[in-house]
Structure formats: C-alpha cells, structure tokens
C-alpha cells in the first residue's frame, strides 16, 4: 500500500458580500469598505457552520489586508480553533493572499475603469498586466501560489483557514491542477463565503496538491432560505 502524508491543509475561504461588490467598484486597498450587511449574514452563518462541528479543527489562521476578507475572517474567528484555543486564535495578515491588483484603477466603478484604461483580456496576454500598474494574470497566480506554499510549508501537518479572495481559490485550483496562464479552456467561479479544501501530500515521495472540496457554500442554503 501506497505511503501518504498529509504535509498541510488549507481552507480557502472567499469572504461576504462586499460593499465594493454590490456598488460595482474595483476593491483594492482604497476602493474596499468592507461588508455589506448581507454579507455579515452571510459570514455569520459561516461562522455557526464551523461553530457546529464537522469542519477540520483550524489551528492557524491567515486572512488577506482587504477589509471584506479581514472583515469575514474576524466574524468567523470566534468558531474557530477546539478546546483552549477556541475563539483565542490571531489572525495573521498577509499580503499576497490580496485579490489581483488593478493598481491605478483601484476605487473606481468598473465601468469607468474599462472604459478609462481599457483592461487587456488577461487569456489572450496571460503575462501583459492587465492595465498599466496593475499585476499579469500570470503575475497574480505565481504570486498567490508563491504564497500558498509558504503557508504550507511554515505549518507542517496543520490545518490553516484562509480568508481572502475569489480569485484566491481560482488560482489555487490552477496551481493543484498544474493549469498553465495561458489555458482558456477552463474557468472557475466561487460563492461568497465558499470554502475550497486543498491538501498537501506527499505520496511515494513526492509532493503533490489534493482538491478535497471546492466552492462548499452549502450553509449559505439558510440564509438564502431566510
């Protein structure tokens, strides 16, 4: 039988409906104000989901600087952790866990930062940045899987909960599926609050990324239900 080693467990976790989401604004460090209130419902329940029982015990817990992720990981903080450690856990920053970065377009709507900059369609030049100032498609993913297995790698056999970004678990699925920056035959979207499972194996020697569970956003079921 096959030798397997779980090395690291991340729980990627996209955050609440963000003020910047629902007022169609990109969401950088000056354009994020956070959460709405749909939101804060939405984290809340995420929160109880883990309160519950039946998700991994968390033993470190990271969160992106943006308000909306920061925000969501502070409302789930107190479910998370057992015995001792339960709602005593720090949250540590870190910055390549931020979505992409539009640079010079942060804080506007959307609408004029297309028409003002005109955004490059990152598939076709997957390492152009996607305006000037602003990160590559290509950029962005090694950037975030740079970040990911640091994480890993700082906290062997430990189960860490990630609050951050869609285009976190995006890129995440990139790296544990080995998808280039120039693939366009596949894209992924995830639910707010949605929880992606990646594992780190090693597996007769090597080292190899496992997709456990992607876009689990079943306890948004109530409050949609509400």
């Known amino acids: 039988m096959a030798d397997e080693q779980l090395l690291s467990r991340l729980l990627i976790v996209r955050h609440g409906e ?3 989401m629902a007022e169609g ?15 804060r419902v939405q984290a809340a329940a995420l929160h109880d989901r883990f309160a ?5 015990e968390v033993h470190i817990v990271y969160s992106s600087p943006l308000p909306r992720a920061h925000e969501t990981t502070e409302i789930v903080l107190p479910a998370l952790g057992a015995g001792s450690t339960r709602g005593n856990l720090d949250i540590h920053l870190h910055d390549d866990l931020e979505e992409m970065r539009l640079g010079p377009a942060d804080g506007m709507t959307w609408e004029a930062a297309r028409e003002h900059f005109g955004f490059i369609q990152p598939m076709d030049q997957p390492y152009t940045p996607v305006l000037e100032g602003g990160e590559s498609r290509a950029g962005f993913r090694h950037r975030v899987a740079q970040a990911l297995n640091d994480i890993a790698a700082a906290h062997p056999a430990k189960t860490v909960f990630l609050g951050c970004h869609g285009g976190i678990s995006s890129a995440a699925m990139a790296m544990a599926f080995g998808i280039p920056p120039s693939h366009r035959g596949v894209g992924v979207v995830t639910a707010v609050t949605a929880i992606t499972e990646l594992e780190l194996l090693e597996f007769n020697g090597r080292r190899l990324w496992q997709v456990r569970r992607f876009n689990d956003a079943a306890h948004l079921a109530a409050v949609e239900s509400a």
């Not at 604004?25 to 939101?39: M, N």
């Not at 519950?52 to 991994?56: C, I, L, R, T, V």
């Open 52 to 56: 519950a029982g039946g998700e991994p």
């Open 25 to 39: 604004v990109v969401g950088g460090p000056k354009g994020c104000r956070g959460l709405t209130e749909l939101g």
């Open 18 to 20: 963000s003020v910047a």
